[in-house]
């Protein structure tokens, strides 16, 4: 267990929904990262929080959105659905958002169905 | 071409074989190297991480890293059943750039038989 949790861990819900994920990181981390796996890409880097600011982007379609609450939990939400957006939704915390390297620890992720 | 390419399999050996997991990658700007095992329905979990070239040993796991040839590996020394699952590299760029994106592997799947 990494002690960074995600709910709910399955959803099924139908083209043009709009979902909410939810993650807490570890206690005492401060940086969120939310990243989304699928057979054919992999494991794909989205966005990242620190303390509550976005401090990255990566691949995130502008129909989905992200924040980071004062109590350090996060949030992604994801609108106008679209089949290809079923995928394993992974998010991760660590220490810091620093520079230098800080491990990520992995929630056990929500695994999206778009019907 | 994907920054990282990995090898999807997947790869059976039996138990007791030495396995040999690689990545390639095109970013020279990558400078910590990570292996993570994800089992099935599970996140991924860190097992090794390399700074720059050289190598690492962690018990029976070995990380190897090439930067002139752009081409990292994992070995497993004595593989068990419980090794099987899928290895993912990734790879993040040196502290200049001041974030935590990893870029990750597509993944290998490994299976090892009793």
């Known amino acids: 267990d990494s002690g960074v949790t995600q709910t709910p861990k399955h959803l099924i819900t139908a083209t043009g929904q709009r979902v909410t994920l939810r993650c807490s990181p570890r206690?005492?981390?401060?940086?969120v990262y939310w990243y989304q796996q699928s057979l054919d890409q992999g494991l794909q880097f989205l966005i990242q929080?620190?303390?509550?600011?976005?401090?990255a982007k990566g691949n995130i379609l502008e129909r989905f959105s992200a924040q980071q609450f004062p109590d350090l939990h996060s949030e992604l939400n994801l609108s106008s659905l679209e089949l290809g957006d079923s995928a394993l939704y992974f998010c991760a915390s660590s220490i810091s958002g620093g520079a230098s390297y800080n491990e990520q620890f992995f929630g056990p992720g929500t695994r999206l169905t778009v019907l | 071409q994907k920054e990282v390419e990995q090898d999807p399999g997947p790869l059976s050996v039996p138990e007791g074989a030495i396995v040999s997991l690689n990545c390639t990658y095109s970013?020279?700007?990558?400078?910590?190297f990570m292996w993570y095992r994800q089992y099935s329905r599970k996140g991924p979990e860190l097992l090794m991480y390399?700074?720059?070239?050289g190598n690492k040993e962690d018990g029976r796991f070995t990380a190897q890293v090439d930067k002139s040839s752009k081409y990292i590996s994992l070995f497993i020394r004595d593989s068990q059943p419980s090794d099987s699952a899928t290895y993912l590299c990734?790879?993040?760029?040196?502290?200049?750039?001041?974030?935590?994106?990893?870029?990750f592997g597509t993944g290998t799947r490994l299976l090892v038989s009793p």
């Open positions: 390399t700074y720059s070239s």
């Open positions: 990734a790879m993040k760029e040196s502290e200049n750039t001041g974030f935590q994106k990893l870029v």
């Open positions: 206690s005492g981390d401060l940086s």
């Open positions: 929080y620190y303390n509550g600011e976005e401090r």
């Open positions: 970013n020279s700007a990558f400078q910590y």
